[in-house]
C-alpha cells in the first residue's frame, strides 16, 4: 500500500518584470494526500499553479517550502527510492518518446533501472496492462498514434512498479475522440491496481467522472476542496462558480471564454470553502 502526502507546498519563481527581479508565488500552500484506489483531481485555469505542483510531485521540481511524503506500507520512502514510487504522465505525448527508439526500448529502459526484470515478455505484459497489443513493441513512437503514444507513456509510468501516479493532463492533446478511452484505462488501471492518482485538468466535467475528489486551485491556492460531486454540483467558492459556467476555449488549453477577469479577481480573494469540514477559511 502506498500514500503520499503533500505538506503546505509553496513554490516561487523569480521573474525578470523590466530591470528588477521579483518574486512569483506559483504554489501557495497547497496539501493534498493520495491513497490507493483514488484519483484527486487538480482543476484550475491556465497559470493557476497545476503543472508546478505535478512537476514538485514527480521530483522535476523541488519545492521552496512544504513537505512531501511516501509511505509504502507504513514505512517512509527513502529519497533514492521515490521514483520506483511515484511517476508521471505528461501532457505531450508526442514530445515525451524518442522517435529513434522502439516501444520495447521505452519499457524495457524503466524496468532495467528499477532493477525489474526487463525481457520481451515484462514488455508484453506492460503492454497487455494498457490494451495495446503485443507487435507495438516492434514499432517506433512515428508509427503510433497519439492515444496509442499515450498508453504507452501509461506502461512506463507503471514499469517501475509504480503505485502513486501523476498525470498532467493526459489526454488535452489528444483528439477529442480518443480522450475518453485513454480516461477510461486510467480508470480501469486505477480500479484494479489500486493506484493513487492526482489527475490535474482544466476540465471538471471530467475532474468529476473520472475522480473522487477535487481541488481547485486559483493563483497557486486551494480555495475549495471536497468530495467530486459536492464541489461540482454544489459549488461554495465563487471562483468554483465561474470555472462551472464558463465554457472551454477549444484554441486555448485551460483558458476558459466568457470570463470577466475583475470578476475572477474578486472571486479568487474570498475564503476558501472545505466540502469535509464545512468551514471557510
Ligand atoms: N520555471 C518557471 N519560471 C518562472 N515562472 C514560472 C515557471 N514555471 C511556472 N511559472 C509560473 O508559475 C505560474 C503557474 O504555472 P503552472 O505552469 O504551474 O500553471 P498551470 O496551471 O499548470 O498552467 P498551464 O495549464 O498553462 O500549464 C504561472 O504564472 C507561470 O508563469
Avoid: C, W
Amino acid at each position: 500500500m502506498t500514500t503520499l502526502e503533500a505538506q503546505d507546498l509553496v513554490k516561487d519563481f523569480h521573474v525578470r518584470v523590466g530591470l528588477r527581479r521579483v518574486r512569483l508565488r506559483a504554489v501557495d500552500g497547497v496539501s493534498f494526500s493520495l491513497t490507493p484506489g483514488r484519483t484527486v483531481a487538480l482543476v484550475g485555469e491556465s497559470g493557476s499553479g497545476k503543472s508546478t505542483i505535478a512537476r514538485m510531485i514527480a521530483r522535476l521540481e523541488k519545492p521552496s517550502s512544504g513537505r512531501i511524503t511516501v509511505r509504502s506500507d507504513g514505512g517512509e520512502v527513502p529519497s533514492k527510492h521515490y521514483r520506483d514510487h511515484v511517476q508521471m504522465v505528461f501532457q505531450d505525448p508526442f514530445a515525451s518518446l524518442n522517435p529513434f527508439h522502439t516501444i520495447a526500448h521505452h519499457l524495457e529502459r524503466p524496468l532495467k533501472l528499477h532493477g525489474r526484470p526487463h525481457g520481451h515478455s515484462e514488455v508484453v505484459s506492460l503492454l497487455n496492462r494498457v490494451s495495446l497489443p503485443e507487435d507495438m513493441a516492434g514499432r517506433r513512437p512515428h508509427e503510433l498514434s497519439g492515444g496509442q503514444r499515450q498508453r504507452v507513456a501509461i506502461a512506463r509510468a507503471l514499469a517501475p512498479g509504480a503505485k502513486v501516479v501523476v498525470a498532467d493532463e493526459p489526454v488535452s492533446m489528444l483528439d477529442v475522440s480518443i480522450r475518453l478511452g485513454v480516461l477510461n484505462l486510467l480508470a480501469r488501471l486505477q480500479r484494479e491496481e489500486q493506484l493513487a492518482v492526482l489527475y490535474i485538468t482544466h476540465d471538471l466535467a471530467t475532474a468529476r467522472h473520472f475522480s473522487d475528489d477535487i481541488l481547485v486551485l486559483y493563483k497557486g491556492r486551494v480555495v475549495e476542496r471536497g468530495p467530486a460531486d459536492d464541489v461540482i454540483l454544489n459549488p461554495q467558492h465563487p471562483y468554483t462558480r465561474i470555472l462551472a459556467s464558463a465554457a472551454p476555449n477549444p484554441d486555448a488549453r485551460g483558458r476558459l471564454l466568457d470570463i470577466n477577469p475583475a470578476d475572477v479577481e474578486r472571486a479568487g480573494a474570498e475564503p476558501s470553502f472545505d466540502h469535509y469540514t464545512g468551514q471557510r477559511t
